[in-house]
């Protein structure tokens, strides 16, 4: 099998280039495929991936370690599937798998012919309610749900079609079906959701408690922003000694964890350049729930027995980290005995109680050298809010009247999270009543007119006609760039890196330092970007304009400029951190969208404009090295 594995292997690598043949991923992908060990992901070139999924298939691989797209494969059955976690992210937020996923991807296991059953082990790594396992293990398959939005692209193309009316597709389309259908549902809750509102009583006038609340939360903003200056690595890693309290509150998953004690701290050689706050792990004794899971603890609760608690060192990232005491403590140098971590735990809890509003934290100025202009300026914010807080009648209203001020505010923001409910079912209400849509029609309606891609009655001008090419891209700024002249100075290949910040939408926290030459252009894409958000929100569209402009990132910049310079695929690789598969995925964007663009300047009848993007959609399929890419993109 080895034999056959290697033959498999060099035969396919044999179309690849010298150079390409010694990109990382070739060479470590052999080592581990003789052994019969796979891995499967969106990073990996389309050749190695395709080479995994053939030996897959023909039962040269053992083991697979792949992601969640692979379950979708039905001709790829395994005997059994393991599943490291049962949590996933899933682009918003950390959830437990839904029962569809767990049934999509366990029902990998069992092959036809070969084994009597399929087996499928779930690896529990924290704990988890009967509830939710029992939802998640019924493999009930997830509701199929339209996800039809509306884009400027469908508006502008049904605009231009002389007998489409958007709003007859729009109430004949299964969104709106679907709505209709769960209208008297959706009143229904809405109707339960306000009398849990209202079974929600406030025992003080609730403008004072939503005042007193905001208060509370507009200042604990502001310390976060404090905090995101002040434990920088540079400031704060002088002052991680073994034995200093530290604060430690996990945002991510709405975590605080409180007052603990720092026991270690290391510097991370495998995070990638940019990720400061990951870069370090800082070991912290903390208060946790006992059998809690190692990777996911728990933090102790209010009024907790003490027998459901213990003390565990819980490695932390900076991020996590809340505050920063000046006091230090007593720590012994092995403390892996559970009650030497008790002791120094009742030490914990000591301090806590003689500074019954927090121990003293590093002066940000005069410990940690902070030398950021705009810290006084927030510190100053803080100190103007909490004066506000402390000044406040509610607190004293609650004392006289016997009422926990604590309570009090669980209680509103109780109301609040049922307020959030009632406010999403209402839209959907609306939505099935066939108000939300025909509202957002007319808002991007009003949105192309500001813009000039419509006129006033609705009739698409030149600027409409070239949108109506683009589907793959932000069709209004690409158009807004091409009308603003902003290509017109470009070489095909600086064109081709500032396309690419359109096409390149992965996470990556690498530091970018652009030339001027491809700098100034991605700051008019900046500004053009700016702009259409801004107005935008003007027509009362939610966006928020910073996260627009943010989406159109240069990342990816320097490698497609290079690549039409001629460099190597070998070589544009050591230039990022980015996956060898996520650059081809680049390109491939990159290429359609330079066919789009064609097609847009030509129906404007530009034929410089048309010749440049022809030009670049060459260089991006030629680069230098014609055959390599070629098994790449599968061209």
Known sequence: EKSIVE?????????????????????????????????????????????????????????????????????????????????????????????????????????????????????????????????????????????????????????????????????????????????PTHQKKL??????????????EEPR????????????????????????????????????????????????????????FLKRSNVKKGADGEKYSVDILLCVEAGSSKDRPVPAKRGAAAESLEWRVVPCSLQMLDGISAIKLFVPNDIRALEKRAVVGKSVNEVCRRFPDGPPLLDPFEDLKVEDKDLKKIMRKVEVLDDRISGHPLPKLCEEGGIDLTDLLEAYNQRMQVDKEIKAIKHMVKVGQGIILKDELKKYTRVLRRLGFIDEENIIGQKGRTACEINTADELVVTELIFNGSFNE???????????????????????????????????????????????????LPVNVDEFVAKF???????????????????????????EGSIIRCMRRLDELMRQLVAAAKSIGNAELEEKFKVGGVEIEAGSSVPSFAIFVNR
């Not at 924290?126 to 469908?154: V, W």
């Open 209 to 264: 408690v939503k005042e007193y609340a905001n208060l509370r939360r507009a200042a604990e903003l502001l310390r976060r922003q404090i905090r995101d200056i002040t434990h920088r690595a540079n400031h704060v890693t002088p002052f991680l000694q073994p034995g200093r309290l530290a604060r430690v509150r996990d945002e991510g998953e709405a975590d605080d964890f409180g007052w603990g004690v720092i026991i270690n």
């Open 191 to 204: 109707a339960e959701l306000q009398a849990r509102r209202d079974a929600i009583a406030l025992p003080a």
């Open 553 to 579: 990132q240069p990342n990816a910049m320097m490698v497609m400029y290079e690549w039409c310079m001629g460099k190597t695929f070998a070589q544009i690789c050591t230039m990022t951190s980015m996956y």
């Open 7 to 183: 033959e498999v292997f060099t035969n396919a690598m044999g179309v690849l280039g010298e150079e390409d043949r010694k990109l990382p991923q070739v060479t470590a992908a052999l080592p581990l495929l003789k052994r019969g060990i796979g891995i499967h992901h969106s990073g990996l070139l389309p050749v190695v991936k395709e080479i995994v999924e053939i030996l897959f298939q023909e039962g040269l691989l053992k083991v697979l370690f792949a992601t969640e797209t692979f379950a979708m494969g039905l001709n790829m059955p395994a005997k059994t599937v393991i599943f490291t976690a049962m949590k996933k992210f899933d682009g918003e937020q950390t959830r437990f798998m839904s029962g569809g996923e767990y049934i999509q991807m366990s029902g990998r296991a069992g092959r036809r012919g070969l084994d009597d059953r399929g087996l499928t082990v779930v690896m529990i790594d924290e704990k988890i309610e009967p509830e939710s396992a029992k939802e998640i293990l019924r493999g009930q398959a997830d509701p199929l749900k339209s996800t039809f939005r509306l884009s400027y692209n469908m508006v502008l193309n049904l605009y231009r079609a002389e007998d489409a009316d958007p709003e007859y597709v729009i109430s004949r389309s299964l969104a709106q079906f679907q709505a209709d259908l769960a209208l």
């Open 490 to 540: 470009l070489t095909p290949e600086v064109t081709v890196a500032l396309l690419s910040c359109f096409v390149f939408d992965e996470r990556n926290d690498e530091d970018i330092n652009l030339p001027e030459k491809l700098k100034s252009p991605f700051n008019t894409l900046t500004e053009i970007a700016k702009n259409v958000a801004t107005i935008t929100l003007d027509c009362k």
